[in-house]
């Protein structure tokens, strides 16, 4: 007993030191952000608010933001009408290739992104797609879709069958219990799923690269600065990200979490 708590006690420092030193980045970053030096220095020598102020009065900064939310939202939307039809067909439907199709549709997060990158511009640069939005928010998409496929199919085993067969014994049609019984019920897994695909849209940098053109999401933006210089705005848009995927995290975990409460 003494050996396996002393084990268990060097894992947890362990684990405790590599969590340490993935996080140390972010706690360089925060001071930085708010460094009254005219470049990067840390510790900074002193504090202030001069990074915030040129992101919010640079249009450039602030039209890149204002794309990569509305490309994530457009995304979201997309991926949770193509994925929950998909799940629910994975899931519930028996047919020939569905095991096929539930690895063409987890390909995404298997294939490395740069590989589909390369596919997706291929196949747009014929399309006639690169430097559009829509372009990129089918791209997205494409990313995205893996996520909230995995998230639905998890909630539809979890799926109580026999509420829905209540409803159809008292002369309910299947559109009236998909919409009325079982979407509602799936309503924390459809947040989460919601949110995901959005942060993996919000936070893609290497599918912009390849097809954003001149109209630049946030992280693009982010890497053509760093590419030619390096300023301290870079880590207070940093920090402005980190604080946004934080939130869109709490988020997934408690409100979608409160949502499955409220329905038991």
Known sequence: MRNGGGSRRLLVAVCALIYFFLMLPLLVVFPISLSSA??????PPGFSWQWYERYLDDPQWIDATWRSLYIGGATA????????????????ARFRGRALLDRLALAPIIVPTIILSVSIYGLF??????GTWYGLVVAHTVLALPFVVLVIAAGLRDFDRSLEQ??????????????????????PSLVSAGLLAFISSFDEVV????LAGANMTLPKKMFDNIMMEIDPTIA???VMQILLVSVVL??????GRGLRDSTR
């Not at 939307?77 to 519930?92: D, E, K």
């Open 38 to 43: 005219p470049y990067m220095q840390f510790p």
């Open 77 to 92: 939307v997309l991926a949770l009408l193509l994925g929950v039809p998909l799940a629910f067909s994975l899931v519930r």
């Open 236 to 238: 207070a848009v940093s």
């Open 166 to 187: 209540a409803a159809e014994g008292l002369g309910a049609s299947r559109w009236k219990t998909l919409t009325r019984i079982t979407l509602p019920l799936l309503r």
């Open 207 to 210: 599918v912009a690269l390849f």
């Open 250 to 255: 709490v988020l997934i975990g408690r409100f």
């Open 125 to 130: 640069a014929k399309l006639k797609l690169i």
